[in-house]
């Protein structure tokens, strides 16, 4: 009883420290497991057991497996599918966003689905002058339903699978969610749009992002008049192969420019010329035929009339345009087009002044001077958060809006389809499944190395793996079992279903206040010693627990994706209730009344 004593005042003053937000959520989790261990109510191997558990391992193997979708441009072409069919009526908008988003959810998480495409249905709300919030709150909860359907769609499935198969009553397959999880997100875009004008708020930020779909196109137009850029292929047989990239001389064609030598999708430039290697050019359009003609050259990519954008950006290279910064050290540097950055990632393609192109050899930096620069979407990111100069948009919202799906999006898409037909088969551990996935997302180069780390939310991690030592401590004190009977005793006389509905209130109401995630582990244990208790399966137990824990919407702090939409949606904290409460009767009836239909007692 000690023991029990001990674990429940361990247990509340965790939740205490989630609920004020005042300490990170990794360090409260990781701390809760080391009070566990100095009063030794678990041993060492026990407190630390979390981190080399397998759901931690495949959540893990997910954040790269999704930074792949991302990386390749998947994420963001169906952002752009999204505003290129999506046509101006606030309905129909409403239900692609959704149904989109919960695809998007179940296959590569809640925040990371969110994420993906709230810069895009910003602007599409913009477009069409509708409130941010009209489609934003949508956008998050129609996130929360689809991440029930399937395994990978949030961390939360992954441990009720987890611990479902130790119970011997089975586990939960990949699409088990799905039958659940196909119902809630059904009622959860019927709900928004039958009743969605009175339940979301009308809510605008203080500043709206840009529409920078034909951002390219525009940028064609300030700085390429009236040399064009363009960008060609070396073929196989060209004269050019084999010589230095460094000193790379077009010829006779003194009125052709040669901006840089770039790589493919798969590798960056060398010291020499190679097949497939792309040359970024700037002249007339005959010269650069002619040229293309002499060195065997493909993919001539010209924007004579401004109806190209491909030598500008495309789904590896990207542009942004800079401004040199008031006091900045790079005031007074000489720089010209065609010019490698210091770090050799990016290129100088133009330089403005006072609005107006200086087409000068060589250029003696200003206060104030723009310029427009070329590299790797990833090698931008890096490169220009310089507090020597001022990035005019953001290369990652430009990257989400215009650039093209990629070569590298057919590996992301196959890597994907496989991973998730091993999960459905069930031939390979689930942990197994997602590292091969992550590892040939990483040797595939769809993701690099650095970005793979970098994917991985580190929070996320510890608190699952700090976690679990105090579900094992709940099961093996004897606390899950008292709870469970005091549970029993006060209703059980009216039914197991009685004592499912008292469980996912409680579960409810611990989910608006801390993560979902912890919430599970919380939970879950007590469920499946109600059910022991009972005499009855866990199955309905752990499964109604998956679905109360995705109704987190009565707060923006009950997940990261409804504080996410906050600042873009012009939200105040009062403003989740209204909208949360109708979905959490949803979530709450089938929760309490489908799931024992499909998972008997």
């Known amino acids: 009883m000690n023991d029990i004593a001990v674990t429940m005042v361990i247990l509340g003053v965790t939740v205490v420290a989630f609920v004020s937000g005042k300490v990170p959520t990794g360090l409260v989790a990781v701390g809760a497991s080391l009070a566990l261990l100095a ?28 930074e792949g979708l991302d990386a390749s441009g998947l994420t963001g072409w169906a952002g752009q599918q999204l505003v290129a069919r999506g046509g101006t009526k606030t309905a129909v908008l409403t239900v692609l966003v959704m149904l989109v988003v919960a695809v998007l959810s179940a296959l590569i998480s809640v925040n990371g689905a969110v994420a993906a495409l709230l810069p895009v249905v910003v602007v599409v709300a913009s477009r069409i002058s509708v409130a941010p919030s009209r489609l934003l709150l949508p956008l998050a909860f129609g996130a929360h339903a689809g991440s029930l359907l399937t395994l990978t769609g949030s961390p939360v499935n992954v441990i009720i699978s987890e611990l479902a198969a130790t119970t011997g009553h089975g586990g939960f ?70 010589r230095p990239t460094a000193t790379l001389s077009l010829g006779d064609q003194s009125a052709v420019q040669l901006i840089a030598v770039q790589g493919t999708d798969h590798r960056p430039a060398g010291d020499v010329v190679r097949p497939g290697d792309r040359l970024l050019l700037r002249g007339d359009t005959a010269s650069i035929r002619i040229l293309k003609h002499d060195n065997k050259l493909a993919g001539l990519g010209v924007n004579g009339a401004l109806g190209r954008t491909d030598a500008l950006i495309d789904s590896t290279y990207g542009v942004a345009e800079v401004v040199v910064a008031p006091r900045s050290s790079m005031v007074g540097e000489t720089v010209f087009p065609g010019m490698v950055t210091e770090s050799g990632d990016l290129v100088i393609l133009a330089v403005q002044r006072s609005g107006e192109p200086i087409d000068a050899q060589t250029i003696v930096l200003e206060s104030g001077d723009t310029l427009l620069v070329q590299g790797r979407w990833d090698k931008l990111d890096l490169n220009l958060a310089d507090p020597a100069v001022l990035v005019v948009d953001e290369p990652d919202q430009l990257r989400r809006q215009a650039a093209p799906l990629g ?61 679990i030592p105090m579900s094992t401590a709940i099961t093996k004190t004897g606390a899950a079992e008292l709870i469970a009977n005091g549970l029993v ?34 939970i879950a244990p007590i469920a499946v010693s109600v059910a022991g208790e009972l005499g009855v399966s866990p ?57 024992p239909l499909i998972w008997p007692f």
């Open 173 to 242: 397959g990949f699409f088990d969610f799905t039958a659940i999880g196909a119902v809630l997100v059904v009622g959860t875009v019927l709900i928004t749009v039958l009743f969605g004008r009175w339940l979301i708020p009308d809510r605008r930020p203080a500043t709206m992002p840009r529409d920078l779909s034909d951002h390219a196109r525009t940028l064609l137009g300030e700085y390429a008049s009236p040399q064009p850029f363009a960008r060609v292929r070396v073929r196989g047989g060209s004269p050019l192969i084999g």
């Open 39 to 66: 009063t030794g109510i678990l041993d060492l191997h026990e407190a630390f057991a979390g981190f080399a558990d397998p759901a931690v391992v495949l959540i893990a193997a997910l954040f790269v497996v999704a």
């Open 407 to 467: 070569a590298r999006a057919w590996i992301a898409l196959a890597v994907l389809v496989l991973m998730v037909a091993a999960l459905a088969t069930g031939v390979v551990p689930p942990a197994v499944v997602g590292l091969l996935a992550a590892a040939a997302m990483v040797l595939t180069r769809v993701v690099t190395v650095e970005r793979a780390h970098r994917s991985i939310s580190w929070t996320t991690l510890l608190l699952v793996g700090g976690m």
């Open 539 to 595: 199955l309905p137990f752990l499964m109604a627990v998956a679905v109360v824990c995705a109704a987190a919407f009565l707060t923006p702090v009950a997940t990261p994706a409804n504080f996410m939409i906050m600042g873009p949606a012009g939200l105040r904290f009062g403003d989740y209730w209204r909208y949360g409460l109708a979905l959490v009767a949803l979530f709450l009836a089938a929760a309490v009344f489908l799931v």
């Open 489 to 522: 005793s006060a209703v059980g006389r009216y039914g197991p279903l009685l004592v499912l509905a008292s469980l996912c209130v409680v579960a409810l109401i611990f989910g608006q206040l801390i993560s979902n995630t912890a919430t599970a582990l919380i």
